[in-house]
């Protein structure tokens, strides 16, 4: 099935919320990305952009994770665009 | 091995301050510096408290025990088929609920847990209450609140460690409700896992590691069982086969 | 007719449990996992100062951003190497004069007991003061970088330094690790090949091993400190000079950085081709480290490390230079000998005989390098005590050094093979002796080619 109809959390401005309803990867990585709490259900937060665009730093489960555009550009979900913390 | 000696693994995520409280409870000076994964030999070290031998071992920090990586299986491993006495689960007090994860893990391979919340003075000065009751209840173990760094909290866990060597904390670990499906897959593996296993390891944990395809801790498991394997095998195989 | 060995139960419950699992149980599993911990955290856990949760991302907002991040990096390396260097002087001498002092004592212990010539030439030419050197030279510099360092790396800006650098790294094919590998070289190289195992993937790792020599390690410090000082900024005074001396030896540091990238990005096309593999890194929170604990700590486990290495090291290494120093093959020493065959091919590189000598008797530590050399120069066939910089300089003047012998001097510390530890340490870690080969061939051919290069073009341009 095509995720299309999600937004990938690459496209995520920084300061932007992002509900993770897909992840598009396989084997370690994707494991990988579950334990540090890039699970479906889930809510992150980008942070910012590496000073030459990539990676992106992201918080999620209180932790901060710095993911390359590679992955985050296969992680799907719903951006939450109001943000009022 | 000697008779009074008792195993302690500590386990922990990568940067929760476990090699810092490895370092204060053997002496040993193991490098500690703010960044995951700068522990990369893991170490073991001796101390003795209320008369009583301790080997510690620093086991790798890792984000679980799934065997994503040569550091988990030995971490996993480790619990497993090594069986310490009591293994301590270093949790990071400012980032409770990703390092949990690793704690709840534990606590499905193992009942003999100490869970330690460390960084406890970071988490103050962030302004992060933890109720260590209400946490210690929810869990079913013990939960000490320390700060490795400030060398606080230590006497109690070392009490805590000793009360547990002797007996006299009983520990009953949460039990993780997993999804409807996974609950019925769970029951049809549990009583053919507890025929090949035993009391050996933890039943249903082995049945959530099979249902995932963790095939190394297969091979794991074959290899430990490698002498004791053959008489259970062809009882085992003849049920198992009778019931697929 | 053979008896089949029965199935291993465990595989019969796997296939058994696979055909029950579908593709997402991981997913379950995990998410079943974390939803318990959230309940668990929402219960017990309380945020009574929300602003506070902010602080690390506030600061991270400036230290990798887009504008500072690289400005920062560069000045945080420029400041501890200035900090480094300013600080080190007055004890270096210090050190060095309370070492003469004693030497006095001993000569004056050794003409009492009317030992022979040889004996005090050996113990106390050769072994004592090669020791005192390296310990005078080595230890100030090295207890004023590692703490600081240390504090840095406790605070927790190394993670920082590895998220601002990874797209370089990525580009070049290697991991975005490497980083961290490369700080860890700044202070030992050997150590720092054992904590490339944060790197999985056995190909990034190979590369982190083979290009961590490039990363100038605390053997190599002190070198490049002193040419700096001596011939780069020579005609500078006061605060200029040591702000002239910090600004070479950044640059050095950033060549390094450059060579391990361009050396990474060739190996990835060629002998070690392949794709990054993926990562995550994580960002700990900033931790105000326990700022006397580490200081003293970092100290502390640098100068009995730097000790033990001068013991171990230096000193054998100073009575065998001086033996070949003293024994004659017609009128001249065996020293002499190797350091004139070795001239030829020395000059091509900018260098001479001695300077290579002292390079390959200092295969087993870089700390004696620069000491086997000044005892090769002298015609006493003995450490010079270094009460002054001034003299220190007249002695390579004398040997007609200029400011690009320095130079190439410099450049062939950062560039060449890496110390018999270092190597030792790859061999246990790659297990291939191939690759330990690589490890040591590769940077010396750089290292040659490099200084031929240079030797050459700026003769060619005619700036000397």
Known sequence: ?85 | ?244 | MRVTVPPNPFDHLMKYAQTLSNGDTREQIVSAIFRTSQEICNETVTYTKPSKQYETERLDRIVTSKLWGFPIMLAMLAVVIYLTIAGANIPSSMLANFFGWIEGYLTFAFEKLHAPDWLYGILVLGLYRGTAWVVSVMLPPMAIFFPIFALLENYGYLPRVAFNMDRLFKKSGAHGKQSLTMAMGFGCNAAAIMSTRIIESPRERMLAILTNNFVPCNGRWPTLILLASLFMAAGYTGGWKTFVTAGVVVAMVLFGIVVTLTVSWVLSKTALRGVPTHYTLELPPYRRPKIWDTIVRATLDKSVYVLKRAVAVAAPAGVLTWILANIHIGNTTVLAYIAHSLDPFAHQLGLDGYILMAFILGLPANEIVLPILLMGYLSTGALTEVDSLHDLKQIFLDHGWTWLTALNMMLFSLLHYPCGTTLINIYKETKSKKWTFIAFALPTGIAIAVTFLTTHIIQWLGLI
């Open chain 1, 1 to 85: 099935m095509a995720p299309t109809k999600f937004d990938r959390l690459s496209e995520a401005e920084p300061g932007e919320r992002f509900r993770i309803e897909k992840l598009d990867i396989e084997g370690t990585m994707k494991r990988r990305l579950l334990d540090l709490g890039f699970v479906p259900g889930c809510e992150v937060t980008v942070l910012q952009k590496s000073p030459l665009g990539d990676p992106t730093a992201y918080k999620v489960s209180n932790t901060t994770i710095a993911l390359r555009i590679e992955e985050s550009s296969n992680i799907y979900g719903e951006r939450i665009r109001d943000d009022n913390e």
């Open chain 2, 1 to 244: 091995m000697t008779t009074n000696e008792y195993t302690i693994a500590l386990a922990g995520n990568p940067n929760t301050g476990k090699s810092t409280l490895f370092n204060l409870l053997t002496g040993l000076r193991q490098h500690t510096g703010n960044w995951p994964g700068k522990t990369v030999v893991h170490a073991e070290g001796f101390f003795t408290y209320k008369d009583k031998q301790y080997k510690i071992i620093d086991l790798p920090g890792t984000y679980s025990l799934y065997s994503n990586s040569a550091d988990e299986e030995v971490a996993r491993d480790f619990i497993i088929f090594e069986k310490p006495d009591v293994t301590i689960v270093v949790l990071d007090a400012t980032a409770l609920e990703r390092n949990l994860n690793l704690a709840l893990q534990v606590l499905e391979m193992t009942n003999r847990v100490i869970v330690c919340v460390n960084l406890m003075d970071e988490a103050k000065k962030k302004g992060i209450r933890i109720d260590i009751a209400k946490l210690a209840k929810k869990l079913g173990v013990p939960v000490v609140p320390i700060s490795a760094r400030n060398e606080e909290g230590i006497d109690e866990l070392l009490d805590t460690i000793d009360l547990m060597i002797r007996g006299a904390i009983q520990t009953k670990p949460i039990v993780i409700p997993y999804s409807r499906s996974i609950e019925e897959k769970i029951a049809k593996l549990l009583p053919l896992v507890k025929e090949i296993v035993g009391d050996k390891y933890p039943a249903r944990w082995i049945a959530l590691r099979l249902l995932d395809g963790d095939t190394s801790l297969l091979d794991a498991l074959k290899q430990e069982n490698h002498h004791s394997f053959k008489e259970v095998a062809r009882y085992a195989s003849n049920r198992s086969a009778k019931s697929v």
